[in-house]
């Protein structure tokens, strides 16, 4: 099993075209049974981004699973590759063999956080 926010991810496999060694980090990410990518959708992805991914998504596809989590709804998740023919490639394959969970409520992490419907924003985020 491997955990990694997707922006680190492709921040990681994009230094490997620079340094030379893209293959082997491509296929740390291929590797594991299990890939839980944390936080996808929250940056538009360039073309490298979006290539990177087309080919992370094509090489696991009904081979490993891989858990995505993403605060946007899927509908969303097309516009954000630079590419559409990738993204509809990648997508199609991710989306249309996957099951799908919602999870409606608050954040967990909220839970540590003032309420805010008491006083306002908390120190240093008004």
Known sequence: MRYVKTSRM?????????????????????SPDLLILDDF??????ARNSEDLFELVCERHLKR???VVS????QEWYALFANPVLAEGALD????????VLMDGRSYRARGRPDRTQGGEPDGLA
């Open 93 to 100: 394959r991710l989306i249309n063999s996957s099951h799908y």
């Open 71 to 74: 605060n946007r709804p899927t």
């Open 41 to 46: 959708g929250l940056r538009d992805f360039d």
């Open 65 to 67: 699973s891989t858990v």
């Open 10 to 30: 492709l921040g990681d496999l994009a230094g490997g075209r620079i340094a030379g060694n893209w293959e082997q980090r491509l296929h740390a990410y291929v």
